[in-house]
């Protein structure tokens, strides 16, 4: 399984982007999908998941009322839909998808088994 973010950019503060990720192939509902980011000398933080098969979703803190994920399972594409964007929010992010986490509060505490390379977001006036 191979999983390519987009949608990355600079913005300034209080503006709104939506990063995708898009996987090579369909995979089953039990795959739990998300989004980390990692920011320069900071620990990858688990920002959001969204299990298919429980119809959980999670989101971090930090974000939860600014960051809305999704998924399109019939174009086996992820969306993380960002409002509100502060320059906390600066970091790559990357979209892990794993046929065997779960998704809920233990999800940041794990890695996943597959890995996109990442998108570059910058939030800066």
């Known amino acids: 399984l191979q999983l390519v973010e987009s949608g990355g950019g600079l913005v300034q503060p209080g503006e709104s982007l939506t990063l995708s990720c898009a996987a090579s192939?369909?995979?089953?509902?039990?795959?739990?999908y998300g989004w980390f980011r990692q920011a320069p000398g900071k620990e990858r933080e688990g920002v959001s998941c969204?299990?298919?098969?429980?119809?959980?979703?999670y989101y971090a803190d930090s974000v939860k009322g600014r960051f809305t994920i999704s998924r399109d399972n019939a174009k086996n594409t992820l969306h993380l839909q960002m409002n509100n964007l502060k320059p906390a929010d600066t970091a790559v992010y990357y979209c892990?998808?794993?046929?065997?986490?779960?998704?809920?509060?233990?999800?940041?505490?794990?890695?996943?088994?597959?890995w996109g390379q990442g998108t570059q977001v910058n939030v800066s006036s």
């Open positions: 892990p998808a794993d046929p065997l986490r779960t998704c809920g509060s233990a999800y940041p505490m794990a890695p996943s088994l597959y």
């Open positions: 192939e369909s995979t089953p509902s039990y795959y739990v």
């Open positions: 969204l299990s298919s098969n429980s119809g959980n979703i």
